[in-house]
């Protein structure tokens, strides 16, 4: 007789292929909809409300911070949010990259370095970069300098130890093959070495994109004068959740599509990665 | 057997121990490899087999005693020995042929780099071709089957015609069959080339089949130093010349071939039989023996 297994429940259901999606975006839907439903009744009672604006009214929000060139500063609003925004993640991000790499690359492969700066870049990488926040805006200033550097510490020490370890967990018999082949210190380290790393720092500031954005709106939120996170936590002394909500849709959405990108590119360049994952 | 050896040998090991802590490992070995020998190392498993290799290697160094290389002492690992393991001989990153032409790029300056580029791929081709892996060159490791990937090593390691070549259970991960055929196939480079190898195996078949020389390294053996029992580092307990086979594993069914396995298995593998130091089978020209007073007080 042949077994049959549950559409949905249990340890042994076996969803159908075609189900999949649905259920998949289901949840979704149903959110949307419970919102449309609570912000039609609310409007319904009072046209003046607030706090869950429709799809109309967000739309028309959108034009005016999008599509119109805004009096006082002559600029789109909302480009400009965005543009300032994913400078200071992509410059302080990027920097942590590239220090993080550095500094974990080094750390792995020579163990005086190793023994040396691990210990204080585990204590390091435990301190809450917000606690801190305070003590940058004072030393670098609440300027673009501040911004930048929280999202610099807030990366540099998890990429730091996450290199360190991906450069340990390389075989030693690798290292000793390349210097049967005749590598140099330098070539072993930036040719043999350096290159099987790098899809593994894709993948660090993959993850570390999410700590990135919350850095950068909570600075934003507490000191200054445009960007994303400014923007909604402006307007939220008007309880404008028409822009409030399109303005997160939208972090999300270029969260998404980083991550995206990130993804893409570990997968396309670095196939043999992907492979021994 | 010889007491002291001329030290004009490829690869010379003399009072090597090698501790950890408190743990010998290796308990006095002595050892003389001439060039062209395929010298197989048997024994059984946690006899420090990997580590001996490791130590000619260069990857660790001796407690005690010396090793010379070409009459001298062995530094770091370089080009002067190639290396094959079981498994992470190649890189990842790099394709087939990338992964073969690797050791002339890093042996060579920028400059030559550049300008000797054809010469070099030239080169890995016809490493690869020997190999028979030409219509594989532009996979990744990945890409292969296990036998293929050591194929991709051998080649990786032939390009620098390294004065010895030292394989760790090359073929320890492979299924039976493609074992059996990569036995073969390193038989016929090693007559080509002329290589010089030093194989360390834990399958006594392989190592018989494969050795013009076999050594067995075993910690169950006795000497003088008291509490026979006693765990001690493993030595080279026998070492046997084998009669150069045609390729063909046909010998292996000859009764032959099964006797010495069984005489092999008997003295290095049995942790009930433990003959004394005086007495091992050190049948190899090559082979010399240097007791200290303790181990044979018994005159």
Redesign the interface.
């Given at each position: 007789m042949m077994r049959k297994s549950p559409f949905l429940l249990g340890i042994h259901a076996e969803p159908p292929r075609l189900l999949r999606p649905v259920l998949g975006i289901l949840p979704i839907v149903v959110l949307v909809a419970a919102y449309l439903v609570v912000s039609h009744v609310r409007l319904q009672e009072n046209p003046r409300d607030k706090l869950t604006p429709s799809v109309s009214q967000m739309v028309s929000a959108v034009k005016m911070m999008a599509f119109t060139r805004d009096n006082r500063t002559g600029t789109y609003l909302m480009w400009a949010d965005t543009l300032s925004s994913l400078r200071r993640i992509a410059i302080g991000l990027g920097s942590a990259a590239l220090v993080g790499l550095f500094l974990g690359l080094h750390m792995g492969m020579l163990p005086g370095m190793g023994v040396t700066l691990l210990p204080a870049m585990t204590f390091l990488s435990t301190v809450p970069p917000l606690a801190i926040l305070p003590v940058l805006f004072i030393i670098f200033g609440v300027g673009e300098l501040g911004k930048v550097m929280l999202i610099f510490i807030g990366g540099l020490f998890v990429i730091t130890r996450d290199i360190y370890y991906a450069t340990r967990r390389i075989p030693r018999e690798q290292i000793v093959k390349a210097l049967t082949l005749g590598a140099s210190q330098f070539e072993l380290i930036f040719q043999v070495v350096l290159p099987q790393i790098m899809p593994r720092l894709l993948v660090v500031v993959r993850l570390s994109l999410g700590a990135a954005w919350l850095f950068l709106i909570a600075s934003e939120a507490i000191a200054s004068t445009d960007g994303l996170g400014y923007r909604i936590f402006l307007v939220r002394r008007y309880l404008s959740m028409d822009i409030i909500i399109p303005y997160v849709l939208w972090i999300t959405l270029l969260g998404f599509l980083m991550d995206s990108a990130l993804r893409f590119i570990v997968n396309r360049r670095y196939p043999w990665y992907a492979a021994a994952q | 057997m010889r007491e002291m050896p001329d030290t004009n040998s490829l690869l010379v090991l003399e009072d090597v121990y090698k501790a950890y802590g408190a743990k010998v490992v290796l308990d006095n070995i002595d050892l003389i490899v001439n060039g062209g020998e395929l010298c197989t190392v048997v024994g059984p498993s946690g006899c420090g087999k990997s580590t001996l290799l490791r130590l000619v290697?260069g990857?660790e160094t001796p407690t005690l005693g010396r090793i010379l290389i070409n009459h001298k002492a062995v530094g770091?690992?370089?080009?002067d020995?190639?290396?094959v393991?079981q498994?992470?001989?190649l890189?990842?990153?790099l394709s087939v042929i990338q992964n073969v032409v690797?050791?002339k790029r890093?042996?060579a300056g920028i400059f030559e780099r550049i300008s000797r580029r054809q010469e070099f791929l030239d080169e890995a081709m016809y490493f690869l071709e020997k190999v028979r892996l030409a219509e594989h060159v532009d996979k990744?490791?990945?890409?292969l089957s296990g036998g293929m990937q050591q194929r991709v090593a051998l080649a990786?390691?032939l390009i620098?015609k390294?004065g010895i070549l030292l394989m760790d259970e090359p073929f320890g991960a492979l299924d039976p069959g493609t074992r059996e055929e990569m036995q073969v196939f390193l038989l016929e480079l090693w007559e080509e080339f002329g290589m010089t190898i030093f194989f360390v195996t834990h399958d006594l078949e392989e190592a018989v089949f494969l050795g013009t020389r076999i050594l067995v390294l075993s910690q169950f053996y006795s000497d003088d130093r008291g509490d026979a029992c006693a765990q001690r580092g493993a030595r080279i307990v026998a070492d046997y010349p084998l009669a150069r086979r045609a390729s063909s594993t046909v010998v292996k069914e000859q009764a032959e071939f099964g006797e010495l396995i069984q005489k092999i298995r008997h003295e290095g593998f049995d942790p009930g039989f433990r003959q004394h130091v005086r007495l091992f089978n050190l049948v190899h020209d090559d082979s010399f023996q240097t007791l200290t007073e303790e181990e044979h007080n018994m005159e």
């Open positions: - | 290697l990857q770091y690992p370089c080009p020995r190639g290396v393991y498994r992470y001989s890189f990842p990153h690797l050791g890093l042996s990744y490791p990945h890409e990786q390691s620098m390294p």
